[in-house]
């Protein structure tokens, strides 16, 4: 503010035009489960000490390293460690990882580490009374005050089949405008899991925050010599954030390969143009499943979350809901710096910043096109007067490109090209 007096010379500065609306995290996925820490805790430091840093704590995990350093070598029994393998087989990211297996509680009849003990109140946690800390898939809701960014893709690799896990995690992702990756039972049939779907059956949701996934998937282990079957939801995070990396959120994670895994658990038959086989079949039925064709290597198959075919708006289809999210929370999150502004300056702000945030988006080709408005019958002068602003905008992401159709015409006329 310039002073009431001066004899000499200032500058004041005045910054106009768009402030850039900065794009949130897409990436991020959170892990709950269990790990061996009793194995991996180093030297000088007491077990206690490891524990409570290890146990019930949102630890950040960027690479390889930090995975085996924190939560150990893939290991029977335990879940991280093959879960952080599924995703950095397909590249790196930014992950969250909760362990919930503690070493000092959860033990066998001779005493010793037992991850079998694990329930799924332990998975879905707990806030504690008295002192507000978090436990389980509960500690999604302070990622953000911690990281500076949440959850966008949940796993509870091998606890999500329980159904009392899968509602949990449903509830957290809707909170936190994530996506909950939940895997179908393993050794169910195609049958099965299309009657799970249906009254009683525990994926009958119709959420557009689930991703159900089936079947599991075969992994060589380099420990047993031998193949082994893993839950499909942890390199489908995999392939998630290796695109969103390299092409964007709004590209569908379907028809990308699946990196470092020989098999599925059953054959799921599949054909590019015949709506009769099990992969279309499912795929019909709001479930994600794998393609696997001559010539093709096994491929993510399935654009839609588990609110197909109950809900039918294009937020049914994963890319379209994830970019809706991202755009939602850079909106919010940028706008905090107009807040309790004077009211036209925080018109104009936002006004200009979000157009030009929607714009840039436009160019990018994650939106088709869209605007923001500041609508006068929105806003009446009782609302202004309470500093109540209302403003509206409108978006639309490209859908995938699903179905394609080609008509062929059989056009005797192309015969006069015979004679001339």
């Not at 998975?123 to 509960?138: F, Q």
Request: proline content about 6%; hydrophobic content about 40%; glycine content about 8%.
């Amino acid at each position: 503010m310039p002073a009431n007096y001066l004899h000499g010379v200032e500058t004041i500065e005045v910054l106009k035009g768009p402030i850039p609306v900065r794009e949130v995290k897409s990436a991020v996925v959170v892990v709950i489960g269990t790990a061996p820490i009793h194995l991996t805790k180093p030297t000088g430091i007491s077990e206690n000490d490891w524990y409570n840093q290890l146990v019930n704590q949102p630890i950040l995990v960027l690479d390889r390293d930090d995975g085996v350093k924190f939560f150990g070598e893939p290991t029977s029994g335990y879940t991280i460690p093959y879960a952080l393998n599924a995703i950095f087989d397909h590249g790196g990211t930014t992950i969250i990882v909760v362990n919930v297996f503690d070493p000092r509680v959860h033990k066998n009849e001779n005493n010793q580490p037992d991850p079998s003990k694990v329930t799924s109140a332990d998975v879905i946690g707990s806030i504690d009374s008295t002192t507000g800390k978090r436990k389980g898939l509960k500690i999604i809701d302070e990622l953000y005050s911690q990281f500076g960014f949440t959850a966008k893709l949940i796993l509870a690799p091998v606890y999500c089949e329980s159904p009392a896990v899968a509602s949990e995690m449903i509830a957290l992702a809707e909170k936190s405008r994530a996506l909950a990756l939940i895997d179908a039972p393993a050794g169910m049939t195609v049958q099965q899991v299309i009657n799970a779907r249906g009254v009683g059956g525990q994926l009958n949701t119709s959420s557009y925050r689930a991703v159900i996934c089936y079947p599991h998937l075969k992994v060589y282990d380099t420990a047993t010599n031998s193949e082994r079957i893993e839950p499909f939801s942890q390199r489908l995070a995999g392939v998630i954030a290796k695109t969103d990396h390299e092409d964007g959120y709004w590209f569908s994670p379907s028809n990308r390969e699946i990196l470092g895994i020989i098999g599925i658990e059953r054959p799921i038959t599949a054909s590019v143009n015949d709506p009769n086989t099990e992969a279309n079949i499912l795929n019909e039925n709001g479930i994600v499943t794998v393609f696997n064709a001559f010539g093709t290597g096994y491929r993510v198959w399935g654009n839609r979350s588990a609110a197909w075919p109950t809900k039918t708006d294009p937020k049914n289809f994963i890319s379209v809901r994830r970019t809706a999210d991202i755009i939602a929370e850079s909106i919010e999150y940028s706008t905090m710096q107009f807040l309790d502004k004077p009211v036209t300056i925080t018109i104009d702000g936002v006004l200009s910043s979000v157009n030009a945030f929607i714009r840039t988006l436009i160019g990018r080709g994650a939106l088709v096109d869209g605007k923001c408005y500041f609508m006068k019958d929105k806003n009446p002068p009782d609302k202004l007067a309470l500093g109540h602003l209302t403003f509206t905008y409108e978006i639309m992401p490209p859908t995938p490109a699903e179905r394609i159709t080609f008509e062929q015409v059989i056009n005797i006329e192309l015969l006069k090209k015979i004679t001339g």
